[in-house]
Nanobody, 124 residues
Framework: QVHLVETGGGLVQAGGSHILACAFSGRTFSSYTMGWFRQAPGREREFLAS????????AYAASVKGRFTISRDNAKNTVSLQMNSLKPEDTAVYYC?????????????????WGQGTQVTVSS
């Protein structure tokens, strides 16, 4: 059973930067594609970024490409999301997810395991 714990949520000013981290445990981290999603009140869960087994396999949603960067540390079993140029519309609960595979994945159904989420609020 995979266990995911997100950390780093909080209140950020618009235009600022913030980083989220996700700790993975329970299985072999390098066998899993990792992803970040978010969900705002009243909206569906939205794909943000994914990283495959290796750093060369990444994918981003158009809404965050160029602003957010996903990275993983296979030695520490962690995945991070660096968020720059934050906007009030980035306010949401951010989720880390894991799905077995090699390549990046962008669909909710492709991920088997989810963290509990962490709130990010961007003030204007």
């Amino acid at each position: 059973q995979v266990h995911l714990v997100e950390t780093g949520g909080g209140l950020v000013q618009a235009g600022g930067s913030h980083i989220l981290a996700c700790a993975f445990s329970g299985r072999t981290f390098s066998s899993y594609t990792m992803g970040w999603f978010r969900q705002a009140p009243g909206r569906e869960r939205e794909f943000l970024a994914s990283i495959g087994r290796d750093d060369e396999f990444t994918a981003y949603a158009a809404s965050v490409k160029g602003r957010f960067t996903i990275s993983r540390d296979n030695a520490k079993n962690t995945v991070s999301l660096q968020m720059n140029s934050l906007k009030p519309e980035d306010t949401a609960v951010y989720y880390c997810a894991a799905g077995r595979g090699v390549f990046a994945k962008s669909l909710v159904r492709e991920y088997e395991y989810w963290g509990q989420g962490t709130q990010v609020t961007v003030s204007s």
